[in-house]
């Protein structure tokens, strides 16, 4: 199996580098504007190749979508990141454009990819590119859920010190500081809510920390996140590659799902090899489905900065 990933810079070598050593695909490509830079990359992770283990082939490009022709799966995570005091929405208009030109380019190279949209803000350029193709919805992906869960269960790991394995639980609404929803409600330790180990205060505590989790992050390394993110589209693509049907977290087009339609936003889905197998419509109380609809409005409102681009 073939995957494309286009933007070589933090998040794009990451997720390269954790395809490669997971051994999901056969060949990965990764393409950036910045000469020779996606072949450096992909020189040095196939130079891992004896140490790790793996043989699936890494190949890198400057602008050549020759060479992604065929993929199975297309990653977008080219754009610019936030910098510290930034939101993700403030990258919209240098990342709108960006992002519509190679998902166009991938398009055309390979007409029956699954695409998998990462660069921010996420859930706009997840709309944006379903617009753009004409895709049918399941083929278009957000990628933000996945990682948004791992920073819940890590942060409810810490707080109930015991292993993040040992912990279940989902972030959905939008991929945003103010717009996403850790559901602390149904989160478990072991299938125990955690409700059943940590105070009110505690769960209050862990959620807002995985709703600034990327912005922590961003304070302290100066840009955004990469090793989470690079895993967590790396963990997407091996769900899609092998057909899992994991239920996870994804942005992607509501057509009156949770109430909502005409935007893209983060509800839990069965991945396989088809994309988006099934939305998964679970029962939130009045509080959820509140925050849900808040979450949406302001997801809505971004898209209408994207008329420019949509022309
Ligand atoms: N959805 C999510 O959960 C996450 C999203 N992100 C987003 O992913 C994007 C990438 O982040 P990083 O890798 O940290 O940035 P980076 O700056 O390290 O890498 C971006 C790469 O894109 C390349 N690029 C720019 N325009 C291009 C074009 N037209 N064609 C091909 N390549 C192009 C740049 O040369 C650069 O190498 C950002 O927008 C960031 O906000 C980052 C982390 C998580
Ligand atoms: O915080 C950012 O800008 C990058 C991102 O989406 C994340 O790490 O969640």
Not at 166 to 176: E, L, P, T, Y
Not at 193 to 203: A, I, K, M, R, T
Request: hydrophobic content about 40%; charged content about 20%.
């Amino acid at each position: 199996m073939k995957v494309t990933i286009v933007g070589a810079g933090n998040v794009g070598a990451t997720c390269a580098d954790a395809i490669a050593y997971r051994r999901i695909a056969s060949e990965i490509v990764l393409v950036d504007i910045r000469e020779g830079f996606a072949e450096g990359k992909a020189l040095d992770i196939t130079q891992t190749q004896t140490t790790l283990g793996f043989n699936t082939k890494v190949v890198g490009s400057t602008n050549d979508y020759a060479k992604t022709a065929g993929s199975d799966v297309v990653v977008i995570t080219s754009g610019i990141p936030r910098k510290p005091g930034m939101t993700r929405e403030e990258l919209i208009g240098i990342n709108a454009g960006i992002v519509k030109s190679v998902a166009e380019n991938l398009l055309q190279n390979s007409p029956n990819a699954i695409f998998v949209i990462v660069s921010n803000p996420m859930d706009t350029m997840t709309y944006l590119t379903y617009k753009s193709l004409g895709l049918p919805k399941n083929r278009i992906i957000g990628m933000g859920g996945t990682l948004d869960s791992s920073r819940f269960k890590t942060y409810l790991s810490l707080a109930l010190d015991k292993p993040a394995n040992d912990i279940q639980g989902m972030v959905i609404g939008g991929h945003g500081d103010t717009t996403m929803i850790p559901l602390t409600r149904l989160a478990s330790y072991n299938g125990v809510p955690v409700s059943q180990f940590l105070s009110e205060d505690e769960l209050t505590k862990v959620a807002a920390d995985t709703m600034v989790g990327g912005a922590t992050l961003t304070g302290l390394l100066g840009t955004s996140a990469w090793y989470a993110p690079g895993a967590s589209v790396a963990y997407l693509v091996d769900a899609i590659l092998n057909d899992q049907h994991k239920m996870i977290p994804c942005s992607v087009y509501l057509e009156g799902e949770y109430g909502q339609s005409d935007i893209c936003i983060g509800v839990p889905c069965i991945i396989g090899k088809n994309g988006i197998e099934k939305i998964v419509d679970i029962n939130l109380n009045e509080a959820e489905k509140a925050l849900f609809a808040k979450s949406a409005d302001a997801v809505r409102n971004m898209n209408n900065d994207l008329k420019s681009h949509l022309a």
